[in-house]
């Protein structure tokens, strides 16, 4: 293989072929039939007669029950939640459906009658929050509805509940973070899945203790017990496995890898587990391989890869009805557009108070944009099976090869191995905040842009947008997160495990705390942990740390002692001023590390707060401070082996035509390419590949192991001519003074970090800001994406 080059090609439908491409370059072509479900089905459960079907939706934006008629495959009824969360499980007798109420640290119990959801009671856990902070997880219920046990992810306890009475009978701490229990037939034992560690704990129901823990993968989750209840199955996310265990033992008998290639890299993110109904077929969903992985189990202990199964985006859940496969699909079937931005409150929504919900029909915010879904399977035939096992092959990107020799061309400045030379040798990664491509270089006649969306133009970012004309405009470049709580983690280890992803909706929905994400980060850390186990030199400003202090262990000594982390009250100039000093005293040292992390995160805004900055002078402010760095770098000894790479975390704040992924990124330095428009696809992870492959790096997960590095970006003859910076054409020291609804709405945001502002209020005030008070978003647009050109198929198809 020569090499191929980004095509070009945008998220959506390809035509040629039937598949749904995502933007982070992965590929859909679910099997079966498939129902809309709400925003983030976590969890679905069947009653014992298998008559109905309950999904509990646990997005950012509006949270519900639904209940379905399986066999039918029908919607039934349907509950909008203040707050709920995954805990989910039907009465024996289908009387009561028990539904976690999230933070508000409340069970619902809804009466079922004629497949309908009567009044919920509510049996109360703690005060709501934010007095409270417990949120029940996981539920099991004995036969006689006698016990109802709950288990919880903020105080990590055992909650056992009496259902007739709902008082709480008892509460018994556990070792960390629970997801999921599960009681064993004879209802004697209690399985918990400690979900930030890699254990079982096994839980006594007579005693009432704790009997003993069973080792597990990292990040267990879902657990699945044969009807025996001799085999305990155990989900390992961030390990990409099931543990398979001997009950009467308590030993791992096998431990099952799901993944597509052999390979170690996160990415398959193993989350949900059902057995076929003659228990010889385990079936175990990939949430990040969006796929199921099958496995003939009837000798336990000496299983057998059957091959895997298409479904939807990020399978968060699996349960068999007879010869029937149900998924819930967590992002639904495909990624959407978002031209019309978040929209006004024209109505508050029926559950009494606002909690981060607009009228559905309003909608366009990425938190909320992807609905999931329900996929239903009919138990393929082996020939059929052999089928859906090319297809998902078909789907994916990622192969063995990949993780060896990137895609790439000769001569090109960037290594297709590790251990290649590359002439680059310093590389300078900043991260900037939130911002589309729309917003931002809307306005460049040569992209594919959409004027009418673009509110910080070349006047307001006439330094990024010198950059794209003077080296190369990407209008094809789009993020792997969805907001900041995993944006920063896509952009430092190109992935986010299922705490991150399924935890941060509910900070984002405003319905409970925000998550530590670093404390839930991939096994093997971040892209500092790979330079500090490979010898590369390293430092941070700002990222994963502030003022010296670091957030992870890799980062302590490594971090710049003079640059902020977020905080909207410090402009970026403060930033560019530290990053210089500090470039400057490394410059002399002969010492400035070969990877230099700079968060200059300015482009946030603060909204319309009075007093605060406003929206165009943080914009232009984070402009300037961009064009400085660049322009004092371009000046030094070493700009003609340096080059900058530069994106935003995530794309939550504002409109894009293309897709609410899409986002503006630059590459800058003597061999990157001059006066180029590049149209072809690449991603966060693709430009973490680009990275590491100049430093001389592993990929760290299968994202960025199967994206196609940036080498059309880059040129083998060098030019070393600096790079001027343009003075800011805004005031970037204007402050917000009106007094108006937008203030009045921004007065109550909590700008403290960056996950903590309710964004889609933030973008409306900006939106409001720019094009006046009385402004609403332009009217949708709907398009059918077509791929332009079919990517190459590799040798190895």
Same mark, same amino acid.
């Given at each position: 293989?020569?090499?191929?080059? #980004? ?42 007669? %298998? ?34 969360? !995954? ?10 459906? @028990?539904?976690?109420?999230? @933070? ?21 856990? #703690? ?9 029940? *997880?996981? $539920? ?7 016990? $109802?046990? #709950? ?27 629970? !997801? ?54 155990? =989900? ?33 993110? /193993? ?13 175990? =969903? ?27 985006? @990020? ?40 909690? %981060?919900?607009? #009228? &559905?029909?309003?909608?366009? @915010? ?65 991260? &900037?905040?939130?911002? /589309? ?13 959409? *004027? ?6 070349? &006047?307001? /970012? ?123 005293? $490394? ?85 990157? &390419? ?5 149209? %072809? ?117």
């Amino acid at each position: 293989m020569f090499g191929v080059c #980004a095509q070009a090609q945008v998220p959506g439908k390809i035509k040629q072929t039937g598949q749904v491409l995502l933007p982070n370059g992965w590929k859909l072509s679910p099997a079966g039939r498939s129902l809309p479900t709400g925003d983030l089905p976590l969890n679905i459960q069947l009653s014992a007669s %298998g008559k109905l079907l309950a999904v509990t939706n646990n997005g950012q934006s509006t949270q519900s029950v639904q209940l379905f008629d399986p066999k039918g495959e029908k919607l039934l009824d349907e509950k909008v939640l203040k707050r709920s969360w !995954y805990g989910l499980t039907f009465s024996y007798d289908e009387q009561h459906l @028990y539904v976690s109420g999230g @933070y508000d640290n409340s069970i619902l119990d809804f009466g079922l009658q004629n497949g309908k959801l009567g009044d919920a009671d509510t049996i109360r856990l #703690a005060v709501p929050f934010p007095k409270g902070k417990v949120c029940p *997880t996981g $539920l099991a219920v004995t036969k006689k509805n006698e016990r $109802l046990y #709950a288990v919880t992810k903020e105080d990590s306890c055992l909650y056992t509940i009496n259902p007739p009475t709902h008082s709480v009978v008892s509460k018994l701490k556990l070792p960390g973070i629970a !997801y999921s229990c599960l009681l064993s037939p004879d209802e004697k034992l209690l399985y918990i899945s400690i979900w930030d560690m890699a254990q079982v704990a096994v839980y006594n129901t007579a005693t009432g203790k704790i009997e003993r823990i069973i080792n597990t993968g990292d990040h267990p989750n879902e657990l699945l017990l044969n009807h025996k209840g001799t085999v305990l199955f155990v =989900a390992n996310a961030n390990e990409n496995t099931v543990s398979v265990i001997d009950t009467k033992t308590d030993k791992v008998i096998e431990t099952i890898s799901t993944v597509l290639y052999p390979t170690k890299l996160a990415g398959s993110t /193993t989350n949900g587990l059902a057995l076929s109904a003659d228990e010889k077929t385990l079936y175990v =969903a990939n949430a990040d391989n969006n796929c199921l992985a099958v496995f003939k189990v009837a000798k336990p202990g000496s299983s057998q890869s059957l091959g895997f199964i298409p479904v939807g985006w @990020y399978p968060t859940n699996i349960k068999t009805l007879g010869s029937k496969i149900i998924v819930a699909n967590g992002k639904g079937l495909t990624s959407k557009a978002n031209p019309r931005g978040p929209q006004p409150f024209e109505k508050e929504n029926n559950i009494g108070e606002h909690v %981060g919900q607009t #009228a &559905k029909s309003e909608i366009q @915010y990425i938190g909320g944009l992807f609905k999931g879904s329900l996929s239903f399977i009919d138990s393929p035939t082996p020939e059929l099976q052999k089928n859906y096992t090319k297809q998902v092959y078909a789907n994916t990107p990622f192969n063995s090869k990949r993780t060896i020799t990137a895609d790439g061309v000769a001569g090109n400045p960037i290594p297709r191995k590790v251990g290649e030379k590359s002439p680059i040798k310093y590389v300078f990664y900043i991260i &900037k905040e939130n911002r /589309t491509y729309d917003q931002v270089l809307g306005d460049m006649p040569n992209g594919n842009g959409d *004027t009418s969306l673009c509110i910080f133009g070349r &006047k307001i /970012t006439p330094n990024q947008h010198a950059l794209a004309d003077q080296f190369v405009l990407l209008d094809n470049f789009y993020v792997d997160a969805e907001v900041s709580a995993d944006g920063h983690n896509w952009s430092m280890a190109a992935y986010a495990t299922d705490i991150i992803e399924k935890t941060w909706p509910t900070n984002y929905g405003a319905r409970g705390p925000a998550y530590n994400g670093f404390a839930s980060g991939p096994k093997d850390g971040y892209i500092w942990d790979y330079c500090k186990r490979a010898g590369v030199t390293y430092r941070s400003y700002g990222e994963f740390g502030s003022y010296g202090k670091a957030q992870i262990k890799s980062l302590e000594g490594h971090m710049s002692p003079a640059s902020p982390g977020f905080n909207m009250k410090i402009k970026d100039q403060v930033r560019a001023d530290a990053w210089e000093r500090d470039f400057d005293s $490394l410059m002399r040292a002969n010492a400035v590390p070969q990877f230099s992390t700079l968060r200059i995160s300015a482009d946030h805004t603060s909204g319309q707060k009075k007093g605060e900055y406003s929206p165009i002078a943080a914009v232009a402010d984070n402009d300037l401070a961009v064009g400085r760095i660049i322009a004092h770098l371009s000046q030094s000894a070493i700009w003609n082996q340096s080059v900058v790479f530069i994106l935003e975390d995530d794309a939550q704040a504002g409109p894009d035509h293309v897709d609410a992924h899409r986002s503006p990124a630059y590459v800058v330095g003597p061999y990157v &390419k001059r006066n180029a428009v590049i149209h %072809g696809m690449y991603s966060t992870s693709g430009m973490l590949r680009t990275i590491e492959l100049i430093l001389g790096l592993p990929p760290m997960s299968q994202y960025d192991a199967a994206a196609l590095p940036m080498f059309d970006c880059f040129t083998s003859k060098s030019d070393n001519t600096p790079f001027k910076l343009i003075g800011a054409q805004v005031d970037i020291d204007a402050r917000n003074v009106a007094v108006n609804e937008s203030s009045k709405r921004s007065g109550s945001f909590n700008l403290a970090n960056e996950d903590k502002v309710p964004d889609r209020d933030m973008n409306e005030v900006i939106w409001k800001y720019i094009k006046g008070e009385n402004a609403t978003m332009p009217a949708p647009k709907r398009s059918a994406f077509v791929i332009l050109e079919q990517k190459k198929k590799d040798d190895d198809d």
